[in-house]
């Protein structure tokens, strides 16, 4: 009984402390004044100046040409025809120039793929394939007219059956006049394809190589020449080669590519003494002159080996060409 009275007052004790520590905390914040939780704080506002603004014209840059004023408040609406400059007014419109906006500029587009010639044969076979089964496609919905047959006198029978008995004098001229309706469209097919005579220009190469006189170089000059029906002649002597070929620009590609790059003309040179061959520059062939001219002047590719220089240059002489000889001979190598 005694330990329970004196835990009683202890207690009692602890809470008379603890409601005066609650009373004078509420004494405290009535005396202070009453601050919102929810209010922010903020720092005073800094007011900046505005950037002043372009003052009004008195009369815009774009009417100024136009108007014989200084300002509108001089145009009148009644007066308005006699300020107008009717000689700066045209029917033509200004359209102003298009400004690319600020961005970075775009990726380059993908390159088109390189394929090879088989590649491209396959291709071009997938294609014609393609439009082939479109068209039989249409023409099995009624959409195209189903190509006539083609009657020739060897498939008539087979073709037409029963009805090439019935009138067969009526049938062989309407065959006969077809074939020959395919014969002259296809003579007209190749007169549209002929070159104009300005497309029809024959194109003169002339080559010039220090030593022609290996009979190697001499058959693959002339065969190509002759593979490639070009005309022209190679004329060679002690001191050095004259090559003149002329013909289609496809044919002196081909020929271009034989005498620059496929022969080897520093090996292609005839046995002789190692001591001559020591004085004598490396020999290669340099392409002199290269044009085009209205008309052949040689008949067919010829070889002609001269014993002197007259000689060779009446080869040239006979053609008409004297001038070809003279470049090649004043020719001068830069590389040399």
């Known amino acids: 009984m005694f330990f329970y009275s004196s835990f009683q007052n202890a207690y009692q004790s602890e809470a008379q402390a603890e409601l005066k520590v609650k009373q004078a905390q509420l004494a405290k914040a009535k005396a202070e004044p009453y601050i919102n939780p929810n209010l922010i704080e903020v720092s005073e506002r800094v007011i900046t100046k505005e950037k002043p603004k372009d003052p009004i014209p008195d009369i815009e840059w774009w009417d100024a040409p136009l108007v014989a004023a200084d300002n509108y408040d001089e145009i009148m609406e009644e007066t308005i025809e006699g300020k107008l400059k009717k000689d700066k007014i045209t029917i033509y419109v200004e359209h102003p120039l298009p400004i690319e906006p600020p961005a970075e500029p775009a990726p380059p587009p993908p390159q088109p793929l390189k394929l090879t010639k088989k590649e491209q044969k396959k291709l ?5 394939l393609a439009k082939e089964k479109d068209r039989q496609e249409m023409i099995r919905q009624g959409l195209l007219e189903p190509p006539k047959p083609k009657v020739k006198m060897s498939n008539l029978m087979k073709v037409l059956g029963s009805e090439a008995t019935q009138d067969p004098t009526r049938l062989e001229m309407e065959i006969r006049t077809a074939a020959a309706e395919r014969e002259q469209a296809h003579v007209d097919r190749n007169i549209a394809r002929k070159l104009t005579p300005a497309e029809r220009q024959t194109f003169v190469c ?19 020449a002759q593979e490639n029906r070009l005309t022209g002649c190679a004329v060679i002597t002690d001191e050095m080669g004259v ?52 008309k052949s002047s040689f008949k067919r590719f010829s070889v002609h080996q001269c014993m002197t220089e007259a000689a060779a240059r009446k080869v040239f002489s006979d053609a008409g060409v004297s001038h070809y000889w003279d470049l090649a001979v004043n020719f001068v190598d830069d590389d040399a």
């Open 124 to 128: 071009r076979t997938q294609r014609r």
């Open 243 to 294: 090559v003149v070929v002329e013909g289609g620009r496809k044919s002196m590609k081909r020929f271009s590519k034989l005498m620059l790059k496929r022969i080897n003309w520093a090996a292609a040179v005839a046995n002789e003494d190692e001591e001559e061959d020591d004085k004598r520059p490396i020999n290669k062939c340099m392409q002199v002159w290269e044009g085009s001219v209205a």
């Open 206 to 224: 002339v080559y010039k190589v220090n030593d022609l006189s290996h009979p190697q170089t001499r058959f693959k000059v002339d065969v190509n």
